[in-house]
């Protein structure tokens, strides 16, 4: 798998949601709206709705009062990028997302499977972005 782009975002869309499990539709219909404009297939968009909602439903359940997301179109692809103010990640699940060969919960299985690379990106106070990427078909 080629690594993504790591060129400037052509654009960008933030969206900050509540951290309730019932804000997670608004961030889908906002993931959809972008990829959508990036001419990205159905398949291809239901593949990042779903793989968007089951990080934002990792990110609430670590608590906290919300989560962020944001959207950068980039010329080869999509980068998302799910931002928690919870719980710090534990150890064992931050191995079990970077390490290619865990399996993990059943939700990074899918983030795994949907997107082509994912990656957490560690921050100060022991969070961690998740950033999930999705190439543009040739």
Sequence with gaps: MNAPSRNTAVDV???????KAEWVSIARLAVSAVASRMQFS?????????AVAEALVHAIGRGGDRADLVCESLPDGLR???????????????MAIVDEAAAGPLGVFLIR??????????????????????????
């Design 13 to 19: 869309v933030e969206l900050r949601i509540p951290a």
């Design 42 to 50: 159905i398949e291809e968009i239901e593949d990042v709705k779903l």
């Design 80 to 94: 998302i990028r799910v931002q928690n103010f919870g719980s710090p990640v534990p150890e064992a699940v931050n």
């Design 113 to 138: 499977a949907l997107m082509d690379s994912v990656d957490y990106d560690p921050r100060p106070g022991g969070n961690a972005d998740l950033v999930m990427f999705k190439r543009l078909p040739a």
